[in-house]
């Protein structure tokens, strides 16, 4: 049932959507000369798969999990885009075509050992990683692997349609401050 929601909001928007993505390309574009950023990600089963996002961050800033980068790295732009978590908008093409889910657990890197092995023995590569969920509006971040572990399993258990909504519309209203960035 999830599956089929995700495919009729992401399809819904990304339609609904195509001007805002399109005004926010070409701002970014003017920001950084490459407005999206395409990183590997580990998802269900365990499976790599490139995720989409506006970038936030220069360019030249290293590929390490957010909460290892500098708040110096985000740029004007990004720290709008992150403040308003319209940084995640592209992600509904990953949903779209089946990678991700609207509510699922982060999708981390692949050089996050601690964090796959926490996730695996906890059995969260069982489904679909997510835009949001559980830890993200309780503002869990991958700074904390066991614990984002243990709550990402919680969530998987206890998912129903109610809390997938729930998840999606406490994210729109702003719960939640995604992965933290260290403070200079």
């Known amino acids: 049932m999830t599956r089929l929601l995700d495919i009729f909001f992401s399809l819904f928007g990304l339609c609904l959507g195509f ?18 950023f395409i990183q590997l990600r580990i998802g269900k089963n365990k499976e790599g798969f490139y995720l989409v996002k506006f970038r936030t ?13 500098d708040t110096s790295s985000i740029t004007s732009f990004g720290h709008f885009l992150r403040r308003s978590k319209l940084d995640e908008l592209p992600q509904l093409w990953n949903v779209l075509v089946g990678d991700m889910s ?3 657990p982060r999708p981390c890197l692949p050089n996050q050992q601690e964090l796959i092995d926490e996730r695996d023995a906890r059995g969260v590569y069982a489904v679909r990683p997510g835009i949001t969920g559980l830890a993200q ?16 399993a919680a969530m998987i258990l206890s998912l129903n349609i109610k809390k997938y909504f729930a998840y999606i519309f406490l994210t729109m209203l702003g719960k939640g401050s995604g992965d933290g960035v260290r403070s200079r």
Do not use: C, Q, R
């Not at 961050?57 to 980068?69: D, N, Y």
């Not at 509006?137 to 990402?152: C, H, Q, Y």
């Open 19 to 36: 001007p805002i993505l399109l005004v926010l390309l070409i701002i970014g574009y003017f920001d950084t000369g490459s407005p999206l």
């Open 57 to 69: 961050m220069k360019p030249e800033t290293k590929s390490v999990a957010s909460h290892l980068v």
């Open 102 to 104: 609207l509510v699922g």
């Open 137 to 152: 509006v309780n503002n869990i971040d991958m700074s904390t692997p066991e614990l984002l572990a243990k709550t990402d």
